[in-house]
């Protein structure tokens, strides 16, 4: 038997990183993000990764099937959801072989003993029990009977037996708490807030999140519980926030700040759907939203919404950019602002849809007909979604063009801490539309040319539809500054340079890029573009400790790139860039700046990990 005191006085850890799996259906998400939620109200450093499987009903108790969410929480800044989870939660046989290998050395696994039956051992490809069998020789296994119990904690209130076993998650929401102190009240008050329209089943969720908390506190197995002290954090006020709502509440910001009505018009993709159920919740900001039939109805409302003086978006997926890629230029040859948010999955076609991967940047790059760049934005975090929907929408405004912004899955549903920050400080993205004339014609009429030129950013005036006397033409076809259609070759070709010299242009308004780490005399330069940032820079942070000079760039500005990139660049003696894609950056930079990008790949559906990157800059060191 545990002695008493070592169960009930907490063992202070500076970090752990628990994974709860089990079947699609068993509401590993949910308990999840209310554990992530407890997290943060303690005040941890925390970092999210939720996995869904990509099959919608595939088999229950099938590999297929299993659902899985992984936190990091910390006493100290922390960047990743970690490289191997110290404690596993499996909740049945497929969740435990599914998840197994992830498992650190001699981690700690909590399995749901009432479902290792043979049936279910059989769906899971198991031919023995890997209970008894040896299987899980080296772990520290804690076998609990969470089915059987929560039935129990259920069966006072009425709860028919089949019903009780859905609020088993919940069980082992209230172990996994005891384990490690999370305070019981917010659950509590979440779970009577979230099922409040639902009485059984909100009694039930509770009878079980009471049942598994008092069962680690009298079941006696652990030797310890576990205490993660809050990190230190700058002062204000925070909220958890996943990638796609702090794109939806940064747009939202922008529409504000640009003093225009939100437009989103966009068709239900995995994973970019959650932005348009975000922003369809926030009418009481004046926002309009339109699930459209298809993704190119969507993008067509939207420019149309551009056109009419909206701050216009369009948000998808890989393979909704490919649709969307006539209209991207239209809005390119009409110079009109339009936010196209692509939250980037595993590809091509349907491809992994539900797993992570950073294979369009080539797509957004090149994927439209004609000489048509346009500005590509990437957010590095979660938090950074925010600002970078806010950065997008001022160059799409400020420079009358269609703008790129790509996020992925890992972003789109990882969380972290965001500091919420004060409105004073965030920038007025308003531009000024045109009131009069600006031009005089060869009658000396005053007139209106649509293609006329700001001298310094070389984007057009804007006029909204309606205005007396602004009367003009735009469309599909080249046309000159006063808007008339020309088929003049030398028309046609001074158009193609000015509206690549106005993105290009955009290089003079952005950051440099800022050097981290040692920024004199490295030995090797890391650089990388959106969510490879946390593992990046846990791995450069680990091989700087081994005692090499190491530098880090992370691009968040992709077209252009930032205007000193290039001397950065050709001063380091070797350059690596880890991408989840086949080394689409790395070509880009070879091709810009002539120097010689390694790359280092992954396309599993899944993020690197710190210690990947670790093995693979030690890796380069050596060539």
């Known amino acids: 038997m545990a002695d008493t005191a070592a169960r009930t006085d907490p063992k202070q850890?500076?970090?752990?990183?628990?994974?709860?799996?089990?079947?699609?259906?068993?509401?590993?998400?949910?308990?999840?993000?209310?554990?992530?939620?407890?997290?943060?109200?303690?005040?941890?450093?925390?970092?999210?990764?939720?996995?869904?499987?990509?099959?919608?009903?595939?088999?229950?108790?099938?590999?297929?099937?299993?659902?899985?969410?992984?936190?990091?929480?910390?006493?100290?800044?922390?960047?990743?959801?970690?490289?191997?989870?110290?404690?596993?939660?499996?909740?049945?046989?497929?969740?435990?072989?599914?998840?197994?290998?992830?498992?650190?050395?001699?981690?700690?696994?909590?399995?749901?003993?009432?479902?290792?039956?043979?049936?279910?051992?059989?769906?899971?490809?198991?031919?023995?029990?890997?209970?008894?069998?040896?299987?899980?020789?080296?772990?520290?296994?804690?076998?609990?009977?969470?089915?059987?119990?929560?039935?129990?904690?259920?069966?006072?209130?009425?709860?028919?037996?089949?019903?009780?076993?859905r609020s088993k998650n919940f069980f082992a929401l209230g172990l996994v708490s005891f384990m490690y102190t999370r305070p019981e009240a917010p659950t509590i008050e979440w779970i009577k807030a979230k099922f409040a329209s639902k009485e059984k089943v909100r009694d039930a969720n509770l009878a079980a999140f009471h049942a598994g908390h008092a069962f680690g506190e009298t079941a006696e197995l652990f030797d310890h519980v576990y205490e993660v002290a809050p990190a230190e954090q700058h002062p204000g006020e925070y909220t958890n926030i996943n990638g796609n709502t702090a794109l939806a509440w940064g747009l939202i910001a922008a529409s504000r700040l640009a003093r225009m009505p939100l437009f989103l018009g966009s068709y239900p993709i995995t994973p970019a759907s959650d932005i348009l159920h975000e922003l369809a919740k926030q009418k009481h900001f004046g926002i309009r939203t339109l699930q459209a039939e298809d993704e190119i109805a969507g993008i067509g409302a939207a420019l149309g919404a551009a056109y009419g003086g909206h701050l216009a978006v369009t948000t998808t997926s890989g393979p909704g950019v490919a649709l969307k890629a006539e209209t991207i230029g239209l809005a390119i040859s009409l110079e009109l602002p339009l936010l196209i948010i692509d939250i980037q999955r595993g590809g091509p076609s349907t491809g992994l849809p539900t797993k992570t991967e950073q294979a369009d940047l080539l797509l957004a790059m090149y994927g439209h007909h004609g000489e048509s760049p346009l500005p590509i934005l990437a957010p590095y975090s979660p938090a950074h979604c925010f600002d970078t929907a806010i950065e997008a929408a001022r160059i799409a405004l400020e420079y009358r063009t269609p703008v790129m912004l790509l996020s992925d899955g890992y972003l789109a549903n990882g969380a972290e801490p965001w500091l919420i920050p004060d409105v004073d400080t965030l920038p007025d993205i308003a531009i000024e539309f045109a009131t009069a004339p600006n031009h005089t014609d060869a009658d000396g009429n005053p007139a209106f040319w649509p293609y006329q030129r700001d001298p310094e950013t070389l984007a057009r005036p804007l006029a909204l539809p309606g205005t007396p006397g602004l009367e003009h033409r735009i469309g599909g076809l080249e046309k000159d500054e006063a808007g008339h259609v020309s088929y003049v070759p030398e028309v046609h070709e001074q158009m193609v340079h000015v509206r690549a010299a106005k993105i290009a242009g955009i290089a003079r308004d952005i950051p440099p890029v800022v050097i981290r780490g040692d920024a004199e005399d490295a030995e090797i330069l890391v650089v990388g573009w959106g969510s490879t940032w946390g593992a990046i820079s846990g791995g450069v942070d680990r091989v700087r400790a081994l005692g090499h000079r190491v530098a880090q760039v992370h691009l968040t500005h992709l077209n252009p790139f930032p205007a000193n990139l290039g001397d950065v660049l050709r001063a380091q003696r070797r350059i690596l860039v880890p991408e989840m894609n086949l080394g689409q950056l790395a070509r880009l930079l070879r091709a810009e700046y002539l120097v010689d990008a390694r790359s280092v790949t992954k396309v599993k559906g899944l993020p690197f990990t710190a210690g990947e990157l670790e093995v693979a800059i030690l890796g380069a060191l050596d060539d």
């Open 13 to 165: 850890i500076e970090r752990v990183i628990i994974r709860f799996a089990g079947d699609s259906g068993d509401g590993m998400q949910l308990v999840g993000d209310q554990f992530t939620s407890a997290s943060a109200l303690l005040g941890n450093d925390l970092v999210t990764l939720p996995e869904y499987p990509a099959e919608i009903r595939a088999p229950a108790g099938t590999l297929a099937g299993v659902s899985a969410f992984q936190i990091h929480i910390s006493d100290h800044d922390i960047t990743t959801p970690g490289d191997a989870p110290n404690v596993l939660v499996a909740m049945n046989p497929a969740a435990l072989r599914a998840e197994l290998g992830r498992l650190e050395p001699h981690g700690t696994v909590i399995v749901n003993v009432d479902t290792f039956e043979e049936r279910n051992l059989a769906k899971a490809g198991y031919e023995s029990n890997p209970l008894t069998d040896g299987a899980l020789k080296g772990y520290t296994v804690f076998e609990v009977p969470m089915t059987s119990l929560t039935r129990q904690a259920c069966e006072p209130l009425g709860v028919k037996p089949r019903d009780a076993e």
